[in-house]
């Protein structure tokens, strides 16, 4: 079980005022399982995890977020165990990958967070890197020529 859920199964029993034994009452849980996921030894299921939160009154979501990701405190920013993948697997990468990897982000990103005069719908045609039609005239020149002015590798 991971660490800081540990710790906030515990914490939270204890800022509640809680015994072990007044969580068994109250939820059903034998106090040796309590124990266990106290201790780590072993894990709660999805819904014991959920019962406990509410008992205690911890927030779930943040808890997890914390669990499994890396939270940044007054940044408003949270990392995702499967972005810190992305990241491990960009390491990884030489230079002229990190530079297609970069290339296709900021134009992603552009495309993605463009303000469009025209609201237009998900079942229209695919979009391509610059924000137009794939099938307007040029586009697909256009696309061309903006990946072949990256460098090659060497």
Request: glycine fraction near 6%; charge should be negative.
């Amino acid at each position: 079980m991971n660490d800081y859920l540990i710790s906030q199964i515990k914490q939270g029993r204890i800022n509640k005022g809680l015994k072990q034994s007044d969580v068994a009452k109250l939820t059903g849980i034998k106090n040796t399982t309590l124990s266990n996921y106290e201790n780590g030894v072993t894990e709660p299921d999805i819904d014991t995890f959920l019962a406990l939160c509410e008992l205690y009154e911890l927030d779930f979501v943040s808890i997890m977020e914390e669990a499994y990701g890396i939270n940044i405190p007054g940044k408003n920013f949270h990392i995702r165990t499967s972005e810190i993948e992305h990241i491990k697997k960009y390491r990884d990468l030489d230079d002229h990958g990190k530079e297609m990897v970069d290339f296709t982000l900021h134009k992603e990103w552009e495309r993605s967070t463009a303000v469009c005069d025209n609201v237009v719908s998900y079942s229209a045609s695919p979009k391509a890197a610059r924000n137009n039609y794939i099938n307007e005239p040029g586009e697909v020149e256009k696309t061309y020529e903006d990946l072949s002015s990256l460098k090659r590798p060497e």
